[in-house]
T-cell receptor, first 111, second 117 residues
Framework: GQQLNQSPQSMFIQEGEDVSMNCTSSSIFNTWLWYKQDPGEGPVLLIALYKAGELTSNGRLTAQFGITRKDSFLNISASIPSDVGIYFCAGPMEYGNKLVFGAGTILRVKS | SAVISQKPSRDICQRGTSLTIQCQVDSQVTMMFWYRQQPGQSLTLIATANQGSEATYESGFVIDKFPISRPNLTFSTLTVSNMSPEDSSIYLC??????????????FGAGSRLTVL
């Protein structure tokens, strides 16, 4: 089935640093979604990408839909302690209106 | 976006018992999805629940183990039957928030964290 390979698995960074994570697939995706999950909560949508090459920002977050449609990245600038959490990429499955998720990137911020 | 309430938020269960998780949405939605998140893992889709029809299960999940009800457009339940420690997970209810270019954006509940002893 479709799989999303997300990296890095985890990051431990200093407050104020920029963060970059990415997601790749052997399959073409028509949509890329980035979610964040805080401890004890469900995932919350950060950014949705719908066109190849699209670059979209949401505050300090920027995400891009790769030209090949097989990858996407998420950048966080000037990280702050509340950025801590698990970040997931996601995309629609081949059949039906369902999402497949990457393994997640655990972000820890040292203040 | 829709507000989703899940109950229980967490529970500790004994091996061999069953537990039903409830999902209430503050608006009518066509499709509801149940996901499982095992400890330290990503989200895996269990099934899609549509009102008025049988739930559709993903590979590796069966109705006898995870029976689902969808009595109306704002409510669904997931039962985890005959539980074993391997069923210890967070179970998440989600709803689609609309379609754009064929892909749904999902909104999630806070999840139900089950620990099976």
């Amino acid at each position: 089935g479709q799989q999303l390979n997300q990296s890095p698995q985890s990051m431990f960074i200093q407050e104020g640093e920029d963060v970059s994570m990415n997601c790749t697939s052997s399959s073409i995706f028509n949509t890329w979604l980035w979610y964040k999950q805080d401890p004890g909560e469900g995932p919350v949508l950060l950014i949705a990408l719908y066109k190849a090459g699209e670059l979209t920002s949401n505050g300090r977050l920027t995400a891009q839909f790769g030209i090949t449609r097989k990858d996407s990245f998420l950048n966080i600038s000037a990280s702050i302690p509340s950025d801590v959490g698990i970040y997931f990429c996601a995309g629609p499955m081949e059949y039906g209106n369902k999402l497949v998720f990457g393994a997640g990137t655990i972000l820890r911020v040292k203040s | 976006s829709a507000v989703i309430s899940q109950k229980p938020s967490r529970d500790i269960c004994q091996r061999g018992t069953s537990l039903t998780i409830q999902c209430q949405v503050d608006s009518q939605v066509t499709m509801m999805f149940w996901y499982r998140q095992q400890p330290g893992q990503s989200l895996t889709l269990i099934a899609t629940a549509n009102q008025g029809s049988e739930a559709t299960y993903e590979s590796g999940f069966v109705i006898d183990k995870f029976p689902i009800s969808r009595p109306n457009l704002t409510f669904s339940t997931l039962t985890v039957s005959n539980m074993s420690p391997e069923d210890s997970s967070i179970y998440l209810c989600s709803v689609d928030q609309g379609t754009y270019s064929g892909a749904n954006v999902l909104t999630f509940g806070a999840g139900s964290r089950l620990t099976v002893l």
